[in-house]
């Protein structure tokens, strides 16, 4: 996808005086008061100097220089649902956040998104994104089920590299009257969103000089019929695109599949000759071993790690339902591909690293397992892998420019002895001072180029409050927002004894 005519004829830039992570024999090195160069959308130099022509200089002093954070799992929206579960939701859902807003109130009723908030709530998500130095992002959403015009638009707009394709399931929830959750499955509308999808993915694939790629998405596995998963290779192989989808995220999930089919949801896969390396497993959370499970036994990290399937890891919103994989070390260990990904919100990869160390180690009991070079990796190299891109994630001639500043010099990191532990344990996406993609700059002095931060943020909370308003018509129980997910601490003027639900509602 590069554009050779641009790079040949394109100034050329010059970075100096960081610290830089540049990328030698097969790994990530660190190279104090480095240079990159970069010439178009692709880099030419990394090393000690350059004496080449130069047109542009970039001065880094006291800046990490690294290279641009690889989300390979985000909703990029405002996230209206999710901010209202961290701790609170049904505890019928065993810790499922989306199924307290997502299902609609019976077939075809009212859903709590706001279409008419599309293009603020997006661009929202994206420049959120950029603000913590992420320069690949691989979405997943519904959309407005315009195939993906919204998006493309946007995502174009925005200056990242988007990897992106319609939804595609075979079947819905819902809730009836009295609150009990329903699946509705529904092979043929499966199929035919698959149809749509592989149509809208070979219009835009390519498009904005190669920055919008095709990945055929699957809502979720627990959705599939061993024919929907079949047309999902089929059609990933015919547009020589990737796969992704969620898989083994619910413990439910878990024990349905296995009920059904006697395998686990990874073993199912297997069965089916699903998994392979054009497959990025969203959370991938509840395998076998997993001590939430009941299903102590091998298999499942061995398949995936056969395959060349990958894992995109999303730790700060599985943490927040008290969730985590059990563990990162140990699909390291099995030889897994692990990625990282921001899932709903801050869109903070920085806090994803930290969260997938620290919430590893934890599990492990540990403190040798996740280390900050491992999830660093899986920020970069390894989403890159998942994404079959030789070209991402590393500071190497060849390699395309996105790259990522980080501001060093600040009372938040003090004195630096190793700036990647620095950055995973103490870092936050507030220091990240530049985002360039492409060759392209989409944030400098920690100011987005292309948005008005203001102004998303005004557009993007006006329809939030619309979709939170309209609670009572969307949510199974007729009730108000603050009933439904009751707010951290009491109103100053409470209406009392109206707080509690049915016994669903955890107390304050
Ligand atoms: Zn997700």
């Avoid at 349905?256 to 959370?285: A, K, N, Q, S, Y």
């Avoid at 006006?462 to 601490?489: M, N, T, Y």
Wanted: include cysteine.
């Amino acid at each position: 996808m590069t554009s050779t005519s641009r790079n040949s004829t394109s100034p050329t830039t010059l970075i100096r005086g960081g610290t830089v992570v540049g990328w030698q024999n097969g790994g990530h090195r660190i190279l104090e008061n480095g240079v990159v160069v970069y010439r178009g959308d692709s880099i030419v130099h990394v090393g000690r100097t350059w004496s080449g022509v130069v047109h542009e200089i970039v001065e880094a002093a006291g800046k990490l220089v690294c290279p641009g954070f690889i989300s390979t799992h985000a909703h990029v929206s405002d996230h209206v649902g999710d901010r209202l579960v961290v701790d609170t939701g049904r505890r019928d859902f065993l810790r499922s956040g989306f199924l307290n807003y997502a299902p609609r109130r019976w077939p075809n009723g009212p859903g709590f998104s706001s279409p008419d908030n599309q293009d603020a709530s997006l661009r929202y998500g994206f420049a959120s994104l950029i603000r913590n130095g992420v320069t690949t992002v691989v979405h997943l959403d519904g959309g407005p089920g315009d195939g993906g015009k919204a998006i493309t638009r946007i995502g174009a707009e925005s200056g990242m590299r988007l990897y992106y394709g319609p939804y595609c399931n075979g079947g819905d929830y819902f809730f009836d009257d009295r609150g009990q959750l329903e699946r509705h499955e529904d092979e043929a509308a499966g199929l035919a969103s698959l149809d749509r999808a592989g149509e809208a993915i070979a219009r835009f694939d390519g498009s904005a000089e190669g920055r919008l790629r095709g990945i055929v998405v699957f809502d979720e596995l627990f959705q599939a019929t061993p024919r929907l998963l079949r047309r999902v290779k089929e059609l990933a192989a015919h547009l020589d695109v990737g796969i992704t989808l969620h898989a083994s995220e619910q413990v439910h999930e878990f024990h349905e599949i296995l009920r059904r089919t006697m395998r686990t949801p990874i073993g199912w896969l297997e069965d089916e000759g699903f998994l392979g390396p054009e497959v990025i497993l969203g959370h991938c959370i509840y395998v076998s071993g997993h001590r939430f499970t009941s299903y102590p036994f091998k298999g499942d990290l061995e398949a995936i790690a056969a395959s060349g399937a990958s894992v995109a890891h999303s730790p700060v919103a599985l943490a927040r339902r008290g969730v985590t994989l059990d563990s990162f070390q140990r699909y390291r260990d099995h030889g897994i591909n692990l990625a990282i990904g921001t899932d709903s919100y801050p869109q903070d990869i920085l806090a994803e690293m930290r969260w997938a160390s620290l919430t590893c180690k934890v599990t492990e009991r540990n403190n040798e397992s996740a280390s900050a070079a491992a999830v660093f990796e899986a920020a970069t190299i390894g989403g890159a892998k998942a994404l079959r891109r030789d070209d991402l994630g590393r500071l190497a001639p060849g390699a395309k420019a996105d790259l990522v500043l980080v501001d060093l010099d600040t009372l938040r990191f003090g004195p630096i002895h190793d700036p990647i532990r620095a950055l995973v344990y103490c870092g936050t996406g507030e220091l990240v001072d530049t985002v360039i993609v492409a060759g392209r700059k989409l944030m400098e002095n920690k100011s987005l180029i292309a948005w008005d931060e203001a102004c998303i943020l005004a557009e993007m909370r006006k329809g939030v409050k619309r979709v939170w308003s309209a609670c009572a018509d969307w949510h199974w129980s007729g009730q108000d927002i603050d009933e439904v997910f009751p707010p951290s601490l009491l109103p100053w003027e409470e209406r009392l004894g109206s707080r509690k639900q049915r016994g669903l509602v955890v107390e304050p």
